[in-house]
């Protein structure tokens, strides 16, 4: 069965930093993509950051990009979201994501929570 576990939210101020985390399992998790994807209040889902299953190469969304890094760890089967320069506007619940071809279908972890607020 899949699980992920995403961790490390919590309340920053407007400029600072802080770094998400995914745990998977029940998946060969060093063969998958990997997206993070949030959602802010009152918003549906938007796509954040992804990685291909090496570590390699990334991509991110425009409104993320030079300030969020995403990374991952197959050998702890593990997947980061450094996110630097935090803006209000950052404030969401984060999910961690893997689907088709990796996974029979989509699943996301229960999400950590990021306030951006002074």
């Known amino acids: 069965e899949v699980h992920l576990v995403e961790s490390g939210g919590g309340l920053v101020q407007p400029g600072g930093s802080l770094r998400l985390s995914c745990a998977a399992s029940?998946?060969?998790?060093?063969?998958?993509?990997m997206s993070w994807v949030r959602q802010a209040p009152g918003k549906g889902l938007e796509w954040v950051s992804g990685i291909d299953s090496g570590g390699v190469t990334s991509s991110s969304a425009d409104f993320v990009k030079g300030r969020f890094t995403v990374s991952r760890d197959n050998a702890k089967n593990t997947f980061y979201l450094q996110m630097n320069s935090l803006k209000p506007e950052d404030t969401a619940v984060y999910y961690c994501?893997?689907?088709?071809?990796?996974?029979?279908?989509?699943?996301w972890g229960q999400g950590t929570k990021l306030t951006v607020s002074s």
């Open positions: 994501h893997v689907g088709p071809p990796y996974t029979g279908t989509n699943y």
């Open positions: 029940g998946f060969t998790f060093s063969n998958s993509h």
